[in-house]
């Protein structure tokens, strides 16, 4: 049989088993919470669960763009006036008011949850011709919504959620997957261009009753 010998006592100067310098750990403090964050689709139609995870965030700088900017090209502002954003309280956009003015049977829902509570969710909605930025055809999906809970931002949950949509769109025959943001929400746009999206459409003129937004159509290929 053979002896197993035990490791030698590394030098002063060896690397030890573990990253030092702040960039790496945090990239491993990352995945450890991403890791106890799971992932799962839930039956669509009944949004309450959904509409427990707040969208709100504050609006703090903005994206300065024309028609031709890319996303690499985006520049910052500070907003001369922050303010609290929240969609769902917009007429129409709370989650349980979907239901009554779409069929969102067919829609998929996927929830992240932590230690078994809800902590985000995202909605995507495949090749419905009701919804402008599918076109009717079957081989393009919309990311819906994306939502985190506010305590959970910058930890990873985001993207897990963004992974699960474009892999189900994928899986359903999807060539590639789309979804709206506004200039004002900068860290949605940031979050959009880490993972590979970029800006195929920008409208200035997308929201009469809201002047000062400006619609972004954000795509990528899956």
Not at 190 to 218: C, M, S, V
Request: aromatic share 6%; with cysteine.
């Amino acid at each position: 049989m053979a002896l197993l010998r035990p490791s030698p006592v590394p030098p002063r100067h060896a690397k030890p088993p573990f990253p030092t310098n702040c960039t790496s750990v945090h990239h491993v403090l990352r995945r450890r919470l991403e890791v106890s964050v799971e992932i799962r689709q839930e039956p669509g139609g009944d949004f309450r669960a959904y509409a427990e995870v707040p969208i709100s965030f504050r609006v703090q700088r903005v994206l300065v763009l024309d028609s031709d900017c890319a996303a690499s090209e985006l520049r910052e502002e500070i907003h001369p006036s922050p303010f609290t954003k929240d969609y769902d309280g917009e007429p129409g956009h709370h989650p349980t008011e979907w239901p009554t003015r779409l069929d969102t049977s067919e829609w998929i829902v996927i929830a992240a949850r932590r230690d078994d509570a809800r902590v985000g969710g995202t909605v995507v909605i495949i090749g419905d011709e009701r919804i402008d930025m599918t076109g009717g055809r079957p081989d393009q999906a919309v990311i819906w919504d994306i939502r985190v809970r506010p305590e959970e931002r910058g930890r990873g949950t985001g993207g897990l959620l963004l992974g699960a949509a474009e892999q189900m769109a994928s899986a359903r025959g999807c060539s590639r997957i789309q979804v709206e943001t506004q200039n004002i929400n900068v860290g949605a746009c940031r979050f959009y261009e880490r993972h590979g999206y970029r800006i195929t459409e920008i409208d200035t003129q997308a929201y009469p009753e809201l002047p000062a937004e400006t619609q972004l159509i954000w795509c990528k290929d899956v």
